[in-house]
């Protein structure tokens, strides 16, 4: 069975930081196009950030670039989202996603930004 497993949201004040964290089981990472997405109450989802398998390049949404860091370590079958300064409107249930031929995706973890 294939399983994408999102964790490390939470409630943080605007600012600060969070590292969220996809870890795969069933299949392996590193044959896929990862992405993070998100999806704020009364919104459409959105990409967050992305990072492919090729070579490793990364690509982000305006609204995220010089915030928010996409990385994988293929060892431990994982990706990761590091979010710094983290504003009110980055408040959403944040979602990964594997992509090649298909494509699967996690259950998603909430980030909520509040003082």
């Known amino acids: 069975q294939f399983q994408l497993v999102e964790s490390g949201g939470g409630l943080v004040q605007p600012g600060g930081s969070l590292r969220l964290s996809c870890v795969a089981s069933?299949?392996?990472?590193?044959?896929?196009?990862i992405s993070w997405h998100r999806q704020a109450p009364g919104r459409e989802r959105e990409l967050v950030a992305e990072?492919?398998?090729?070579?490793?390049?990364?690509r982000y949404a305006d609204s995220v670039k010089g915030r928010f860091t996409i990385s994988r370590d293929n060892a431990k079958n994982t990706v990761y989202l590091q979010m710094n300064n983290l504003e009110p409107d980055d408040t959403a249930v944040y979602y990964c996603?594997?992509?090649?031929?298909?494509?699967?995706w996690g259950q998603g973890t909430q980030v909520t930004v509040s003082s």
């Open positions: 996603k594997a992509r090649a031929v298909y494509e699967y």
């Open positions: 069933g299949l392996t990472l590193s044959w896929y196009n």
């Open positions: 990072i492919s398998r090729i070579d490793g390049r990364a």
